[in-house]
C-alpha cells in the first residue's frame, strides 16, 4: 500500500514538474507589484508553527503596504500550505517561482522543508530567506538561501549551559527524533557543546516523528536515572513525550529548543506534567524592546487579542529583512537583490538586530522560556 | 529487574492495542477471504466520533466515557455497512484483487475526507476515563493501559461466542466455508456480510477509542501506521483466526518494546515489518494458522 502511495505521488510530482515547467516563458516587467512568494506548514504536523510564522508574515505584508509599498508597488503574497509534509514544499516553490515570478521565497519553520526547497531557490536564483529554520546545514546548500534566525550550533551549546549551570545537572539523557533534521542537528550540538563542559551522557535513544508510544524509550531513560532530559523535537511529539515521561514517575527537568513552542504543546502534555519544562526560543512577548513591543501591539490588534510567539516574530522579520535589502538594492533583479540581503547588517526588527554573517545565518540572542500553571514564562535571556 | 517488568508491561500494553484493531481485520477476512484496508481509516473515524461525543457528556467519568464508546462503536458500524454497501458489495464475485484495490481506494477517500472535514491539524483528546497511576514496587501500570488490555479480552471473548455459539456465527462460518451453499440452505448472504463489517468496523471504533485515550493526540492521518501494524500482527497470528490476532498483536507489541528496550529504538519499525516478511516466509499461515477450529 505504501508503495502504491509512492507511485501516486511521483506520478503527481512529474505532472506538477511538466506542467511548471511549461509556463517558463513571459516575464514579470512591468508588473504593478512586487510578488513575494511562501511556503508554509498551515496545517498537520506542525501547523501551529506555520500559521504563527505566515501570521507574522502578512502582518508585516500589510504594514508595508499601508505606508505606500516599495519602490512604488505594492507587496503581494503568494502563499501556499504544504500539509507539514515532505515532498510538497519543493512543488510549491517551483510553482511559485515559475508561474509566479516571484522576486524571494519566503520560509519554511521546519529545516527538513527549508532544505526541500534551497537547491530550487538556488539553482533559479532567487532569494530563500527561512525564517525560522535553524538546522545549519539549510544556508549551506547555496548563496542565496539566507534565515534570520541563530543557528542550532549556538542553541545546542546555549541549552547545555542552561543544563550545566540553571538545572544544575550532571547527567543528562538525550531523546531525540530521526526522522526530522532539526532534532538531529539540535541533538548533536548540545552533546558537543555538553560533554565540552564536562557533562555525562548516560542514554541516548530516538523515536520517530508521528510515534505516539514513547513508553518502551522513556522507561530506558528512567533506568538510566539522568539529572535532566533533553527532548529536541516537535511540540505534537513532545506534548506526548512528557505526559507518557510523568505517567512513568520521571520527575527530572525537561528541555529542548524551539520546536516545543505551541500552545497545544500544554493541550497535549496536560499542565500538571508540563511543570519543571524549559525550552529555548527567539522571542519572548514579554521583551521590553521597544520594537518587539510595538510589534506585540500590531499583532494583537491585527489577530483579535492573540499573542504571538517567535515563529510570528521570525516570520514579520523576514519580510522586513527583504524589503529593506528591496529598497537598499533599489531593484528586485538579480544578483542586486541578493548581495542586498547577504549585506544586511544591524537591521532592527521584532526579534532584535539582524546581521548576517558569511553563512547568511544571523546571531541573535536567545531566551529561555518555562511552563508555570499552564502557561510559558519568560525565564531569561542568553546573548551569543 | 524493575526495568524488564516495566517494559513487559510496556510491550502488552501496546500489543493489546495491536490485537484489538488486529481483531477487526481478521474477522472480515475470515468471513469474506479479502483485507480491508480501509479498517485502518475507521479506526481515525472512531477516534473522531470519540472526541465529537465526548463534548456532549460530562468530563472523567466511567459512565459518560462507556456512553462515548458505545456511541462510537454504533457510528463506526454504521460506517462500515455504508461502505460495504457501495463499495464493496457491487464488486461481488469479482477477483479478490479488485476488491482489495477498492479498500485501498476506500482507505484513501476517508483519510482525505477527514483531513477536508477534521482539518489535518492534530488534536488532544479528551480524557474519557480517570486516569491513575498504579505504582507496584518500581513498575508504573495506567488505568489506561489496564482498560485497553480488559476491553481486549472481554472482546475477544464476545467475539469467539458470537462466532461459535449464535446463529448469525453459525451462518458467518457457513459463509465463509462455502457462500454457494450457505445461500442454498437459506442464509441471507448479503446481510451476514452487513453484520460482519458492522461488528467489525465497531471493533475499529472501540480500538480507535482506546488508542486515543493511550495517547491523546488525533488527526486524519493517524490510523495508518497502526493499521499495517495490526496488519502485521493478524498475519502473524494466523490471519482469519480470531485468537491468532490477540497472540500476534501481544507478540508484536513485545518485539518492539524489546527492540527499543535493547537500545535498537531506530529499528523499531523496521523490525516490526521484518517480522511480517519472516513469517511470510516461514509459516505463511502464521503462529495458530493450523489450528482451524475458531476460522469464522
Known sequence: ?384 | MTELLQQLINGLALGAIYALIALGYTMVYGVLRFINFAHSDVFMVGAFAGYFLAQLFPAGSALSGVLVLIGAMGICALLGVIIEKLAYRPLRGRSTLTVLITAIGVSLLLQNLGQRIFGANPRSFPALFPVHQFHVGGIVISSAQIMVFGVAIVLLFVLRWIVLHTRTGTAMRALSFNPVAASLVGINNDRIISFTFALGSALAAAGGILYASNYPSIDPLMGTLPGMKAFVAAVLGGIGNIAGAAVGGLVLGLVETAVVGFGGSTYRDAVAFAVLILILLLRPEGLLGRRMAEKV
Not at chain 1, 535513544?205 to 508521528?210: F, M, W
Open chain 1, 1 to 384: 500500500m505504501k508503495q502504491m502511495r509512492f507511485t501516486l505521488l511521483a506520478t503527481a510530482l512529474a505532472v506538477a514538474a511538466v506542467l511548471a515547467g511549461c509556463s517558463r516563458s513571459g516575464g514579470d516587467a512591468g508588473s504593478s507589484t512586487i510578488k513575494v512568494g511562501e511556503f508554509a506548514s498551515l496545517t498537520g504536523k506542525e501547523a501551529t508553527f506555520g500559521t504563527s510564522s505566515h501570521e507574522g508574515t502578512l502582518l508585516a505584508v500589510e504594514e508595508i503596504n499601508a505606508a505606500g509599498g516599495v519602490l512604488g508597488k505594492q507587496l503581494e503574497l503568494k502563499y501556499e500550505d504544504n500539509r507539514s509534509t515532505p515532498g510538497e514544499s519543493a512543488t510549491i516553490a517551483k510553482k511559485l517561482i515559475n508561474n509566479d515570478k516571484v522576486v524571494a521565497l519566503l520560509g519554511e519553520v521546519a529545516s527538513g522543508r527549508s532544505l526541500e526547497v534551497a537547491p530550487f531557490a538556488q539553482q533559479s536564483k532567487i532569494p530563500q530567506i527561512s525564517p525560522s529554520s535553524t538546522n545549519p546545514d539549510v544556508t549551506k546548500v547555496g548563496d542565496y538561501v539566507f534565515r534570520v534566525c541563530f543557528i542550532d550550533p549556538f542553541q545546542g551549546t546555549l541549552l547545555a549551559n542552561f543544563a550545566k549551570n540553571t538545572l544544575k545537572a550532571k547527567t543528562v539523557a538525550i531523546f531525540s527524533d530521526v526522522a526530522a533534521p532539526y532534532s538531529v542537528g539540535l541533538a548533536k550540538f548540545f552533546k558537543e557543546g555538553w560533554l565540552a563542559g564536562g557533562g555525562t551522557v548516560v542514554s541516548e535513544v530516538k523515536y520517530t516523528g508521528g510515534d505516539k508510544d514513547f513508553k518502551a524509550q522513556l522507561t530506558v531513560i528512567k533506568n538510566a536515572r539522568p539529572d535532566a532530559i533533553m527532548v529536541p523535537g516537535y511540540y505534537t511529539d513532545v506534548g506526548l513525550i512528557v505526559a507518557q515521561a510523568r505517567q512513568l514517575g520521571i520527575t527530572v527537568p525537561m528541555f529542548g529548543g524551539d520546536g516545543w513552542e505551541a500552545p497545544e504543546l500544554i493541550q497535549i502534555a496536560g499542565a500538571e506534567n508540563l511543570v519543571n519544562t524549559y525550552y529555548s526560543t527567539h522571542f519572548s512577548p514579554s521583551s521590553t524592546d521597544p520594537l518587539a513591543q510595538k510589534f506585540v501591539a500590531a499583532y494583537k490588534a491585527r489577530y483579535n487579542g492573540k499573542v504571538p510567539d517567535a515563529m510570528a516574530a521570525l516570520g514579520y522579520d523576514s519580510v522586513l529583512v527583504l524589503v529593506d535589502s528591496i529598497k537598499r538594492a533599489g531593484t528586485t533583479a538579480e544578483p542586486a537583490l541578493r548581495d542586498a540581503i547577504a549585506a544586511t547588517k544591524n537591521f532592527p526588527g521584532a526579534t532584535g538586530l539582524t546581521t548576517l554573517d558569511a553563512n547568511r545565518d544571523a546571531s541573535k540572542p536567545a531566551v529561555i522560556i518555562t511552563v508555570k500553571d499552564g502557561k510559558f514564562e519568560y525565564l531569561e535571556t542568553i546573548n551569543p
